[in-house]
């Protein structure tokens, strides 16, 4: 069975797929077999045949220089650019949790690691029938630990600190935080050093915009998994 960190987001758009795919990238780029996972994707496009891929899945996959088939790194694929629960609604396909995770535990028995991405930020609603299932509920009940990201500016750490307490409140075992987009301004500095001190929420990448590949030594990367 894998070793497995989820990657999820302070709120939607905040690079988390650029952070899963770089994360990917570095683990493959010394030996080691890596899959990548995302329970549910809003927001796709159609191919030329008509079928719906995630550009999210796609890019993953391309920069983390993965071999496995779209199909199996996303089982729920939604058209509508809503949460994963309206867009599954509009669209008549349920998410199914239980699908999502055979999915998963399919990846789990063929790969030494797993990035597992989350969908929005860490409240976003997967399904509210029969009953309410939040992200944060998956990643509790699947015992995964987690690397917070988060856009590096103005508000960086609010939502950083109200997004930590959530997860850590619910027994979620969270590895520190990655900033995205960073630029190394004086706010985004200061931002990092009151995270990291003050919260006691360890800075874990510094992620600037375009790059190629992240800047962790592989070893390190490897202890965010459990």
């Known amino acids: 069975m894998s070793k497995n960190l989820y990657v999820v987001g302070t709120g939607t758009d905040v690079g988390k797929t650029y952070a899963a795919a770089l994360i990917a990238k570095k683990l493959k780029d010394a030996g080691e077999s890596v899959a990548y996972f995302k329970a549910a994707a809003s ?75 989350g969908a929005g930020g860490i409240f976003c609603p997967m399904s509210l029938e029969p009953k309410r299932l939040l992200l944060i509920d998956i990643i509790q009940s699947w015992g995964t630990p987690t690397l917070l990201v988060s856009e590096s500016g103005l508000g960086a750490i609010n939502a950083i600190v109200a997004s930590a307490l959530a997860l850590q409140s619910a027994g979620v075992e969270l590895k520190g935080v990655a900033y995205n987009r960073y630029h190394g301004t004086l706010m985004e500095e200061d931002n990092v050093a009151t995270v990291s001190k003050s919260f006691d929420l360890p800075q874990r990448a ?21």
Not at 84 to 108: I, K, N, Q, T, Y
Not at 206 to 226: A, G, M, P
């Open 43 to 117: 927001g796709c496009e159609r191919d030329a045949g008509g079928r719906l891929f995630s550009g999210d899945v796609r890019h993953a996959l391309t920069i983390g220089g993965l071999v496995e088939e779209e199909s199996e790194a996303c089982p729920f694929l939604y058209e509508a650019a809503v949460s994963p629960h309206l867009a599954a609604r509009w669209e008549g396909r349920p998410f199914d949790v239980e699908v999502a995770r055979a999915a998963f535990l399919r990846l789990s028995e063929r790969y030494d690691y797993v990035v597992l991405e």
């Open 206 to 226: 510094l992620i600037r915009e375009n790059e190629v590949e992240l800047q962790v030594e592989v070893d390190e990367v490897r202890s965010w998994f459990n």
